[in-house]
């Protein structure tokens, strides 16, 4: 197998030719001793939109793209930008997505001129920073429905469509994240702004639980408090009190259906990059947990094209923010 190197345009000749008699990646990649994943790469990158492969378009596109991909080499500010919002975690589509939007005094780029730089440097490690990726998913285990123990429960699906289309803002998502056995975090998450709030809890109690989030609400404008979803935890039994004291609807799950509230699992995949099973959260101060927390709701959504969830709540408040990043620090402008 020949060592790594660029196809060079003798190599594109010797493709096109093979492709038009009909061989594939990997009949090509041993002919031309290359992996077939090689070939696969050149074939999907240089194409032509009809699929046809023409020796001299392919080279000109490699070479526009290494044009291209020079942006960050050639722009140390730009580089150090990207390299930041990697480390606090951004994927290279949110990056690119934040620039297309015009939010920073830098040139825009691809999410695959990142994805190529990240992985052209030499030493760096950059992809470790990269969300891990998935597997196939498995199918949802269907279990036998059972009563719920949680005493006047709404079902969602007599939720207002007005929830569930995500119309308005002030509906909310809660749930609870465990490590170690230690202190449960209750996680908050609008679904609309997609806008976060995290708190340690004493404990998880059913009162304990109620009581955090009531003193959470209450500190909020009732604008941004209308009502909230849960599972059929038996930390969320007190939900009277919320309804009560905070004037908000409350509606819960399928039993064992707990991505029917997806906004706030998908917050928890995310923290869990930050907070990790095996974390003593006793351990950690709440400083520390809201860093966590603020870092995720200045981090744009692709979902609220490209703003960050705090932009999205405040503009649904009447407050227009726009936000720079310079040096890790996100300055209000």
């Not at 695959?112 to 498995?138: A, H, M, V």
């Not at 995290?198 to 500190?219: N, Q, V």
């Not at 520390?288 to 703003?307: A, M, V, W, Y």
Request: aromatic share 8%; charged share 30%; hydrophobic share 35%.
């Amino acid at each position: 197998m020949r060592e790594y190197g660029h196809i060079t345009l003798d190599e594109r000749e010797q493709i096109a030719i093979f492709r038009v008699q009909g061989f594939g990646p990997c009949q090509i990649g041993r002919e031309l001793e290359r992996p077939a994943s090689t070939i696969s790469r050149e074939l999907k990158r240089n194409s032509n939109q009809d699929g046809s492969y023409r020796p001299s378009s392919a080279e000109g596109r490699y070479f526009f793209r290494r044009q291209r991909d020079r942006l960050l080499d050639q722009n140390p500010e730009l580089a150090q930008f990207v390299r930041e919002r990697l480390q606090e975690g951004w994927t290279p589509e949110q990056i690119s997505g934040w620039l297309r939007a015009g939010n920073e005094d830098f040139p825009c780029l691809s999410s695959e001129t990142i994805y190529d730089w990240i992985f052209s440097l030499k030493g760096e490690n950059l992809y470790q920073y990269l969300p891990s990726k998935r597997g196939s998913k498995r199918g949802r285990r269907v279990r036998r429905k059972t009563r719920s123990t949680i005493a006047d429960r709404a079902s969602i699906h007599d939720r207002p469509a007005e929830i569930n289309g995500r119309e308005r803002v002030g509906h909310w998502e809660g749930d609870l994240i465990i490590c170690q056995r230690t202190r449960p975090i209750l996680v908050l998450k609008e679904r609309k702004s997609r806008y976060v709030i995290a708190a340690k809890l004493s404990g998880k109690t059913a009162a304990e639980t109620a009581a955090a989030i009531i003193d959470i609400f209450r500190r909020l404008n009732p604008e941004i408090r209308k009502s909230i979803t849960f599972d059929n935890g038996g930390e969320f039994a007190k939900h009277k009190l919320i309804k009560e004291a905070c004037k908000m609807s409350t509606w819960f799950c399928d039993a064992y259906a707990s991505w029917q509230k997806g906004a706030v699992e998908n917050m928890n995949g995310r923290l869990r990059r930050d907070l990790p099973r095996k974390r003593n959260i006793d351990k950690m101060s709440d400083e520390e947990l809201q860093d966590i927390i603020l870092s995720h709701n200045l981090t744009p959504r692709k979902c609220i094209g490209f703003k960050t969830p705090a932009q999205a709540l405040l503009k649904e408040l009447g407050i227009d923010v726009k936000i720079q990043f310079r040096s890790g620090v996100a300055l209000r402008t």
